[in-house]
C-alpha cells in the first residue's frame, strides 16, 4: 500500500520561505501526478500545485509565481518550495497520489505564517 509522508512545515514570518517535503513509499513515476492540497482553519481543502508524470506542472492563482513543485526520482520525494509567504498561506498541507481511482494522502504539515 502506498505511504505518502509529508515534512518541513513550520512557523514562518511573512515574507518568509519554508520547503515542504512529500516522500512516497514507492517511485513516484508510480503515479500520474503528485499533488499538493492546503486546508487552512475552516475552509475546504483546496488544490495548490500538480507535478505530472511528464514533469509538467501547474499552480494555484494564489500561490502562482511564489510557489515552486519539483521532484528529486532518486528519493521519490516531491517538494513544494514556498516564497514570500503570507498570513493567508496558513494551513495543513497534504500531498496526494491516485491509486487505482483511490486518493491517498499523506499524514500533513502545519504551516503557519505569522504577520
Known amino acids: 500500500q502506498v505511504q505518502l509522508v509529508e515534512s518541513g512545515g513550520g512557523l514562518v514570518q511573512a515574507g518568509g520561505s519554508l520547503r515542504l517535503s512529500c516522500t512516497a513509499s514507492e517511485s513516484i513515476f508510480s503515479f500520474n501526478a503528485m499533488v499538493w492540497y492546503r486546508q487552512a482553519p475552516g475552509k475546504q481543502r483546496e488544490w495548490v500545485a500538480v507535478?505530472?508524470?511528464?514533469?509538467?506542472?501547474n499552480y494555484a492563482d494564489s500561490v502562482k509565481g511564489r510557489f515552486t513543485i519539483s521532484r528529486d526520482n532518486a528519493k521519490n520525494t516531491v517538494y513544494l518550495q514556498m516564497n514570500s509567504l503570507k498570513p493567508e498561506d496558513t494551513a495543513v498541507y497534504y500531498c496526494s497520489v491516485m491509486v487505482e481511482q483511490n486518493a491517498v494522502w499523506g499524514q500533513g504539515t502545519q504551516v503557519t505564517v505569522s504577520s
Open positions: 507535478l505530472t508524470r511528464a514533469g509538467n506542472t
